[in-house]
């Protein structure tokens, strides 16, 4: 793998990657979008900043993309100047976003007509990680294909599974998801009814913590059930909701039980129809507080 990338989504977690990649001597090419942490920095060590996903493409031997979802993996790929347009001849594209499976087996079979190789790279883990190069990686597709990027992979990831064939690295990421944005979810619930209880928040939380509630999902809205600081978890309940709503959506298509996370689903959505759906998950706690 030349030393040529290109990132398309510099958010939260993609500032993260771009950060990882130049600081591992890689040359990299982003793309302009309002949503784009700010790139001075990055410019400054000669990070070119393009107009369009073909232009990326074009200069991008590897182009990792880290967008919201399925609908704008496939705008990146397939849109209006998208980046299969530019694509280069052998060039691997690695969706680290969270997507549907049928999305990925979709823009593999497309990435594969342009000339290109596809696998999906699913994150876990939060911004924080991804700034200190220690995300996790769920990599479905082929494993030939992987091992031609690992060393890319290895700029910004601890952990690196391979899942199986393409789609699997999200179909796993959605199943994590479901776990973890559940147990939130339940912690929240229990929360708020602690505080409509009168009940202190920290023995509240002490008392979870030493028994068989404690764990990451924990300690990440702790600070908000202590302090009202939400930043504990970077993860808006608009994403969440869409995260919840793949999985959803993939339950139904493979005929398993998902009465749970139809249940997180609908008190992700009730707290969305009370407020900013950008707020952060840990306020779920204020929004489930607010009524029944």
Do not use: W
């Not at 969270?98 to 939060?126: C, K, W």
């Not at 994590?176 to 339940?186: K, W, Y």
């Amino acid at each position: 793998m030349q030393h040529r990338l290109g990132l398309i989504g510099v958010g939260l977690m993609g500032i993260g990657i771009a950060s990882n990649l130049v600081s591992k001597g890689y040359t990299l090419s982003v793309m302009a979008h309002p949503g784009n942490q700010p790139l001075d920095d990055l410019q400054r060590l000669g990070v070119r900043v393009l107009d369009t996903p073909a232009q990326v493409a074009q200069q991008s031997d590897a182009l990792l993309i880290c967008v919201t979802g399925s609908a704008q993996v496939e705008s990146v790929l397939s849109g209006e100047q998208g980046a299969l347009a530019g694509l280069r001849p052998g060039s691997v594209v690695i969706d680290c976003s969270t997507s549907l499976p049928q999305t990925s087996l979709r823009m593999a079979a497309a990435t594969q007509a342009a000339g290109g190789r596809f696998i999906d790279a699913a994150m876990t883990r939060t911004p924080v990680e991804a700034m200190q190069g220690r995300l996790n990686l769920l990599v479905g597709g082929e494993i030939e294909t992987l091992d031609a990027v690992r060393p890319v992979l290895a700029c910004f990831a601890e952990n690196i599974t391979h899942t199986g064939p393409v789609g699997s690295g999200h179909q796993m990421k959605l199943l994590h998801n479901f776990v973890s944005l559940g147990t939130v979810t339940l912690i929240a619930e229990a929360a708020a009814c602690a505080r409509a209880a009168g009940l202190d928040s920290a023995t509240f939380t002490d008392i979870l913590s030493r028994g068989g509630a404690g764990g990451t999902a924990l300690e990440r809205i702790k600070p908000y059930l202590l302090h009202d600081d939400p930043t504990g978890l970077r993860f808006s309940l608009a994403n969440a909701l869409k995260d919840i709503s793949y999985y959803t959506d993939m339950v139904a298509q493979m005929g398993a039980a998902g009465a749970v996370a139809e249940g997180v689903r609908a008190t992700l959505q009730t707290a969305i129809d009370r407020g900013d759906p950008q707020a952060l998950v840990p306020e779920l706690v204020s929004r489930l507080r607010a009524g029944s």
